[in-house]
């Protein structure tokens, strides 16, 4: 949908990626399993180039504060799991 000739699937793709970094904050909340599939999700648009300049400034910065909370908490864990993601 990203790169869609239909401005309807690039609205909903904006939309998919508003939503998904707005509930960042609500992450810490999640339940374990489904913190990982988020970080994974995460990871996975960076990986595959999904988004780009000020998107893809602020999921790294996501990223990268995850990885700045304590060792062991769930939120350090979201930023390993992000990170494995896309390291390469």
Not at 34 to 53: N, P, Q, S
Not at 69 to 76: D, E, L
């Amino acid at each position: 949908f990203k790169d869609s000739n239909i401005k309807r699937e690039r609205e909903v793709f904006n939309c998919m990626l508003r939503n998904l970094f707005e509930e960042y904050r609500f992450f810490p909340q999640y339940p374990d399993k489904e913190l990982h599939i988020t970080a994974c999700l995460f990871g996975g648009i960076i990986e595959k180039g999904l988004v780009t300049y000020m998107a893809l400034g602020l999921a790294l910065r996501y990223v990268l504060e995850a990885l700045r909370k304590p060792f062991g908490s769930k939120m350090y864990y979201f930023g390993i799991a992000a990170l494995d993601r896309f390291k390469n």
